[in-house]
């Protein structure tokens, strides 16, 4: 199944600009000029990557200037020099909406890109009678709740594009951004917190124009950005109108998160929100020395598997005596705190 997903993640593709008929060339999610080389050593970053072999998640060991490290084929070469034209041109300005805006578009499409390559998984493994017939009925469930994800995405680009280029400014995300000491983790993605069973409720929105200002769960979402400057990491939340938390922690306190509150919120949104994340090899090696790593990913499996909502938080940034304040996964639905 990972080999197949593999090969749809790697599918030719048309570019994601609408009305663009050009195929997609890979593109970074960070900047091509800067970000990773922050936490690169001898240009090299880890990055968790899903194997066919068990554990069935490791940090593997990648080139930044490689294709395969936080790349995915979402722009031709005509609309991804355009579009990013601010961003690429001079460095990030974290007062800018508009910058902060480009770096989520591109964190949109990303992940619409990684669903349709499920999607084309799905679809072909739901017919494939080499399963038998409850794992062809549960891959039919998760094609359906693929869709759903997908519409989610599809508006939540609508609406960006919007914002961006045709200066519809009313359904814009709102930002907060934080600088704190530098750590080694880059990131930028988005996720919506739904979870939805609902199958009525999915057939519903299905039905719903993903381009159309009502479409319901992209107002939900979040954007998550960590990227590393010289000296300093700067960690950006954006969140459409109607997010009410981030995690545990309501909108109205975002304002008042100190250092470790922020470390604590990203570590959180790594294990349980977020696939595409990057560390350097020495926050690697850190986590390495207690076996901290191999925690992590567990942690990382169980929220991967399961889509559970629960109000644990996590620490990834704290190794006075590791690996305190993560609450480590024991099996039988059972977390502790390990001291
Ligand atoms: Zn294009």
Redesign the pocket.
């Known amino acids: 199944m990972r080999a197949m997903h593999n090969r749809a993640l790697n599918a030719k593709r048309l570019?994601?600009?609408p009305g663009?008929?050009?195929y997609?060339q890979n593109c970074h999610v960070l900047q091509k000029n800067g970000n990773l080389n922050h936490i690169a050593e001898d240009g090299f970053i880890r990055h968790i990557e899903m194997s066919s072999k068990e554990p069935s998640l490791h940090f593997k060991k990648a080139g930044i200037h490689a294709t395969d490290v936080m790349a995915f084929p979402g722009?031709?070469n005509?609309?991804?020099t355009r579009l990013f034209l601010p961003i690429e041109s001079k460095s990030l300005d974290f007062t800018n909406k508009t910058h902060l805006l480009l770096y989520s578009y591109r964190a949109v499409v990303c992940e619409l890109h990684k669903v349709d390559s499920w999607l084309m998984c799905f679809e072909e493994m739901k017919d494939d009678t080499w399963y038998d017939e409850s794992l062809r009925n549960i891959f039919d469930d998760m094609l359906l709740m693929y869709k759903l994800r997908r519409n989610g995405f599809v508006n939540q680009q609508f609406l960006l594009y919007n914002n961006l280029f045709n200066n519809v400014l009313d359904s814009a995300p709102n930002f907060a951004v934080y600088k704190i000491a530098k750590q080694g983790v880059a990131c930028s993605a988005t996720y919506f917190p739904f979870i939805c069973f609902d199958e009525e409720m999915v057939y519903k929105a299905l039905n719903i124009n993903p381009m159309s200002y009502d479409f319901p769960f992209s107002h939900t979402a979040v954007y998550v950005h960590a990227v590393p400057t010289d000296g300093e990491l700067f960690v950006i939340i954006g969140c459409h109108k109607n997010v009410t938390h981030v995690e545990t922690i309501p909108i109205k306190d975002l304002k008042f998160l100190d250092e470790k509150a922020i470390l604590v919120l990203l570590s959180t949104l790594f294990i349980k929100r977020i696939e595409t994340w990057s560390i350097s090899e020495n926050l690697y090696n850190d986590w390495s020395r207690g076996s901290f790593d191999k925690a992590i990913l567990n942690i990382k499996t169980h929220y991967l598997d399961e889509r559970i909502t629960d109000k644990y938080m996590y620490n990834l940034f704290n190794f006075t005596s590791m690996p305190v304040g993560v609450y480590l996964w024991e099996g039988n639905n059972k977390f502790s705190i390990s001291e």
């Open positions: 570019c994601y600009t663009c008929t050009n997609a722009f031709c005509a609309c991804d």
